[in-house]
C-alpha cells in the first residue's frame, strides 16, 4: 500500500493501532526527511487512519473472503478476473501437439519472436522487415501470419481468405464459420505453423519457401494427428483432412 513510506518507518512491525495513536506526531515515526512520493503516502494513510474506526482489542490479519488460506482466492485477489476470447479454452482441448499448443497460444497473445518483437528488444538486426515477402513490411504477427503474400497462398490450402483487418485471437470465430467443423482450430494452428516453420528454415538454412513444400509440411503435421484423435472421431477426424490433405 505505501511501499516507499515503509522504507522510513524507525519500526517497521508497528501495529496500526500504535500508529493511529500517534497521530499527533505521525511524523516521528519515520525516518525524516521523507522524500516526495513517501510523503504523498503518508498524507494518504494519515486520511486512512481518520476514516476507520479502531476497537481496544488486539489488531488481527484475516484474508478478505474469510478466515481460511485458500490459493485459489488468493490467485483470484492478486491477478483479478477478465473474460478471456474462447479459443484460449478450446485451443488446450484441440488434438494438436502440445508444441504447437504453446506455440499458437504465444502467436495469440502476440509474444512469438517475430522481428518487431526483437526490435523491441533491443536485439540488433540488419533488417526488421518481412523476410517471406519484398514488401518491405515490419514483420508483425499479423502481417507474417495473415498479410503476407506467402501467408495467403497457405490458407488457400484450406479454402480460405483472409479478411483485411482482421487480427487474432478475434479472427478465429471468422475461421471457425468458413471450416464448418469440429476440428477448424487444428488446421488453423498447423497452417500457422507451416508458415512459421517456412519463415525460420530461410533465415537459419537459407531454404526459399515455396508453396509445394509447405503443404507437405501441413499434410505431414496433420496426418501425424491420427494418432491422437479420440478413437470415436478417428473416422470423422480422417475423413475431414481427406479434404485438407
Not at 483487418?165 to 467443423?181: A, C, I, M, Q, V
Not at 509445394?212 to 499434410?219: I, K, Q, T
Amino acid at each position: 500500500m505505501a511501499p516507499k513510506l515503509l522504507s522510513f518507518a524507525k519500526n517497521k512491525a508497528i501495529t496500526l493501532q500504535t500508529a493511529a495513536a500517534a497521530q499527533e506526531g505521525f511524523s516521528q515515526i519515520f525516518h525524516l526527511p521523507l522524500s516526495e512520493e513517501a510523503f504523498i503516502q503518508m498524507q494518504n494513510l494519515l486520511q486512512l487512519l481518520t476514516d476507520i474506526q479502531l476497537t481496544e482489542n488486539n489488531d488481527s490479519w484475516r484474508y478478505s473472503w474469510g478466515d481460511k488460506f485458500s490459493s485459489s482466492n488468493a490467485y483470484r485477489a492478486l491477478v483479478g478476473h477478465h473474460q478471456a476470447h474462447n479459443v484460449y479454452k478450446v485451443l488446450w482441448k484441440c488434438i494438436c501437439q502440445p508444441k504447437h499448443k504453446v506455440f499458437f497460444w504465444l502467436l495469440l497473445k502476440d509474444r512469438l519472436n517475430t522481428r518487431n518483437i526483437l526490435k523491441r528488444k533491443n536485439t540488433h538486426l540488419d533488417s526488421f522487415n518481412c523476410v517471406l515477402c519484398l514488401q518491405n513490411t515490419k514483420e508483425t504477427c499479423q502481417h507474417l501470419f495473415l498479410q503476407c503474400p506467402f501467408a495467403k497462398q497457405c490458407w488457400e490450402m484450406i479454402y480460405v481468405d483472409i479478411p483485411l483487418n482482421e487480427t487474432f485471437p478475434e479472427l478465429s470465430d471468422y475461421l471457425k464459420d468458413r471450416l464448418h467443423s469440429q476440428f477448424f482450430l487444428t488446421a488453423v494452428v498447423l497452417i500457422c505453423w507451416t508458415i512459421w516453420t517456412a519463415r525460420n528454415d530461410l533465415i537459419f538454412k537459407g531454404i526459399q519457401p515455396s508453396l509445394p513444400c509447405a503443404r507437405r509440411l501441413f499434410s505431414s503435421e496433420m496426418l501425424l494427428l491420427l494418432h491422437r484423435v479420440k478413437p470415436s472421431l478417428a473416422n470423422q477426424f480422417n475423413q475431414w483432412i481427406q479434404t485438407m490433405v
